[in-house]
């Protein structure tokens, strides 16, 4: 995911009137003494139970944990159940997860301030609020169980499930829940020390759904089959900012099953009694397109003046803006001769390629709206949904489904897919569902993209071939611009991984800028989002100026961190735990890379082995190290970092959107090659002990693979990568 949430929160400065208008809620949401929480929850009838709104017993004394995060395939789902089941001590195989209602109040995450999946911040943003609401509960059973046996609560323990005293006397949960729900929960409950922990840190917590996703049990949007529902399918512009001047359906209407066409904000919308007749029926539409407003440039074209940016030869009135800055800014343009080292990069569009295309189901009767689907973003759906029926956002409600993969695509500003399946359902009326679907074909075009990326980088060498001078700049399309609550100053979303970065720190002299010019493509967040592009650049040019300096990468780096001393202790740690357990040498016939890099909070280092095959690089072997605090499923660490490993290889070897005069070229798997099976590398995973507090896990591992590849394939041939994907698509 795959967000960056610091940029969602409500800015300094921006008042409660701005924030209002900025999140468009409506009804007269502007409630005195009301919170942003509040407001966007503003009709919502979810109300918590007698023991908080995150866990639920069965009379038999099973447990349900509430889980405002979805799950999509990243596995959060048993690390947050673990971490309620520490604190209350329940029975692990009697703990199940479901998806929360929608609602910001209750649900909001901790960072964000809505209810949103994304930043790799699952665990991390639930770490404390869950351990208290399973402490808290747990307290609530001890001091039943204590008043009903009129013993002290001190002598009261609870185990797997299971309350007890030393007399002998014991009850499950199910027994003592009247009990306990007639307890004030305590407001600061006793944590345990995280050194007394049985579950969490162990193996036993593994993931809860793997049954049910192999069974084909889990319910996913496709699968939703209501009465009376229609089947909806889009016909989208084929350039981005077009919209509808006409359309002719007379032959769409006469096809069987085809129950009506409607124009909507973003097309022509088909609706039918199955999939088949709404495809047929858009494939027999004629519309024509109103294409004033269109992107029409190519993205060679974009990318060109991109690169003529970063040179100096923009447009006068684009806006340069300092992200960091130290010494004197005009010594790091100065300097000539053999201290210099200079280079460019160039990073393409990105598709998201989610294994399950944009799909929604909504219900609409009157202002009463109902959403079933993979909604990542319940709160932005819900305000969006809002703003079509005229209604206040809580009283949106939404189903949360498993969703195959998103990546970030299913938490976007406009809820694009979810707006257009509102929009449809509002026009059908009377309460008759309405299944959206989009094919293969609509999602690898509509959007939304990871943007397309320039970077220029100038460094000089002091003495010792260390960086003296850092110059760098950025230029790349915002994606932040639209945002409901704009943050200020530079989009971190275009500049995280550089900004802060570690070899920053420790040059002298630093000029780092970035230029955000306009572009009609859409764009959006990419599982890693500014680290897919500034990992790459960092951890490839310090190799490069290892390589001219005459040092080894490796010592490099070390030299780096120990020049900023405890702000590089967390990248060496993971550093040496990676070299030393890829071994003293790689498979024969192979060579090594490594990168380093920061992301979500969590430090990652990887150790690559690659070759040449047919003249194309070829991964055999990944050592990875990970600093992401208390890692609360150790075999979800690893499954995520193995799957980040493979996603960020494969956009690093394939992966490319290009568009031809604004259409989008690409359109489905057999031109947006991914990574295949016999392709995915051997990934170990080392953990690094650590008790700080949970970090990201989702999104660490996919920025560092492209560069660590880079790296090998500079130590074999002396040249370096300056764009990517390494393997170009055929003409």
């Known amino acids: ?14 008042s409660r009137r701005d924030l209002v208008v900025g999140a468009t809620l409506v009804g007269g949401a502007l409630l005195v003494g009301c919170s942003p929480a509040d407001l966007m929850s503003a009709g919502s009838k979810v109300e918590p139970g007698a023991f908080g709104p995150f866990i639920q017993f069965d009379p038999d004394g099973a447990v349900t944990v509430l889980s405002k995060h979805i799950e999509f395939g990243q596995g959060n789902h048993a690390g947050l159940a673990a971490i309620v089941a520490e604190e209350l001590d329940a029975d692990w195989s009697r703990v199940r997860v479901v998806h929360a209602p929608a609602n910001a109040k209750l649900y909001g995450n901790s960072t964000a301030g809505i209810q949103l999946t994304g930043g790799s911040s699952a665990i991390s943003n639930s770490w404390e609020q869950l351990r208290k609401a399973g402490a808290a509960a747990r307290a609530m059973f001890v001091q039943a169980a204590a008043t009903r046996w009129n013993v002290p609560v001190g002598q009261v323990t609870v185990k797997d499930g299971v309350v007890a005293h030393a007399s002998g006397k014991s009850a499950g949960f199910g027994e003592l829940i009247a009990d306990a729900a007639k307890v004030t929960p305590p407001e600061a409950p006793t944590l345990k020390d995280p050194k007394t922990f049985t579950l969490i840190g162990s193996d036993r917590v593994r993931r809860k759904d793997s049954l049910i996703k192999s069974t084909g049990a889990a319910r996913y949007t496709q699968d939703v089959q209501l009465p009376n529902m229609l089947v909806a399918m889009v016909a989208h512009p084929p350039r981005f900012g077009a919209s509808v001047k006409s359309f002719d359906a007379d032959d769409a209407r006469k096809v069987a099953g085809v129950v009506d066409v409607y124009e909507i904000p973003t097309g022509v919308a088909v609706v039918a009694d199955t999939t088949y007749a709404a495809r047929m029926g858009r494939e027999a539409l004629k519309v024509e397109w109103d294409e004033g407003k269109v992107e029409t440039r190519s993205s060679a074209t974009i990318a060109q003046q991109w690169r003529d940016i970063a040179a100096g030869k923009g447009p006068s009135d684009l806006k340069w803006e300092a992200f960091d800055s130290k010494g004197d800014a005009a010594a790091a343009s100065a300097g000539k001769g053999a201290s210099v080292f200079e280079t460019t990069y160039d990073f393409p569009y990105l598709a998201h390629a989610t294994m399950e295309p944009m799909n929604c189901v909504a219900i609409v009767d009157g202002s009463k709206v109902k959403l079933i689907h993979g909604s990542q973003a319940q709160t932005l759906d819900q305000m969006n949904a809002a703003k079509i029926v005229k209604t206040l956002p809580g009283s949106v409600e939404i189903e949360t489904l498993f969703a195959g993969g998103s990546f970030g695509r299913r938490a976007n500003f406009p809820s694009d897919y979810v707006a257009e399946c509102v929009a449809i359902a509002h026009k059908v009326g009377g309460g008759r569902p309405v299944k959206l679907v989009w094919t293969r074909e609509d999602d690898m075009r509509a959007g939304f993209f990871r943007p397309l990326v320039h970077h220029a980088v100038r460094v000089t060498l002091d003495k010792d071939g260390y960086p003296a001078t850092w110059r760098h700049r950025i230029v790349t399309q915002s994606i932040m611009k639209g945002a409901p609550m704009p943050s200020k100053g ?14 920053l720190k420790a040059t002298p002299v630093v000029d780092a800028q970035l230029a955000l010019p306009e572009g009609g493509v859409p764009v959006l967040w990419w599982r890693s989002v500014g680290a897919t592009h500034t990992a790459f650049v960092m951890e490839h040019t310090i190799d490069q100026l290892a390589l001219k300096a005459g040092k080894d990468p490796v010592d490099y780096r070390r030299a780096l961190y120990a020049k900023i001393g405890p702000e590089g202790e967390r990248h060496l740690a993971v550093l040496n735990l990676a070299v030393e357990k890829a071994g003293p040498a790689p498979a024969a016939g192979f060579t090594r890379g490594v990168a380093v890099h920061e992301s979500f909070g969590s430090v990652v280092a990887q150790v690559a082995e690659v070759k040449l095959v047919d003249g194309h690089p070829r991964v055999g072997r990944v050592v990875t ?3 992401c605090g208390v890692a609360v499923s150790p075999d979800q660490v690893a499954a995520q970092m193995e799957g980040g490993t493979c996603y960020g290889l494969s956009a690093a070897l394939y992966g490319e959107i290009t568009l031809t005069d604004g259409k989008v070229d690409q359109s489905n798997f057999d031109t947006y090659r991914v990574l295949r099976m016999n392709e995915a590398p051997t990934v170990e995973t080392h953990i690094l002990p650590s008790g700080n507090p949970p970090s990201g896990v989702g999104e660490p ?21 300056t764009r990517l994907p390494f393997v170009r698509a055929e003409a």
Do not use: C
């Open 625 to 627: 190290a990970i600093d």
């Open 701 to 721: 591992g996919t920025p560092v693979i492209a560069p660590a590849v880079a790296n090998a394939l500079l130590a074999l041939s002396k040249t370096p990568t």
């Open 1 to 14: 995911m795959n967000g960056p949430f610091e940029t969602l929160r409500r800015p300094d400065g921006v």
């Open 490 to 503: 530079p989009d971190q979303t275009a500049i995280e991984g550089t900004a802060g970065s570690p070899y």
